[in-house]
């Protein structure tokens, strides 16, 4: 049996979500995107604070270093701190 409406004052209103179906789901679905744009926005936070403290730094290619930049460990001359570097790269790496 079909339905139909023809007064002329007849208004349409929302229709409370427990008559909807899909309304637990699209609700899931929203708390979900919610909860994925909060995390990636506290993730994002957190790897801007990291690289500002120099924590996170990018990755190059060997042959891209100019090694004639590096004066410290080809020198002659003797650096009480290189061994101390050495030894915090050798950690690191």
Known sequence: MKTTYSAPDQHWIAVPSICDPMAPRRDQVVRQTVHECTEND????????????????????????????????????????????????????
């Open 42 to 93: 506290r993730l994002a936070h957190e790897f801007l604070a990291l690289k500002q403290q120099g924590l996170i730094v990018g990755r190059i290619l060997v042959n891209a270093v100019k090694a004639t930049k590096l004066m410290r460990d080809r020198s002659s001359a003797v650096d009480p701190e290189l061994s101390e570097l050495i030894a915090s790269i050798s950690q690191v790496a």
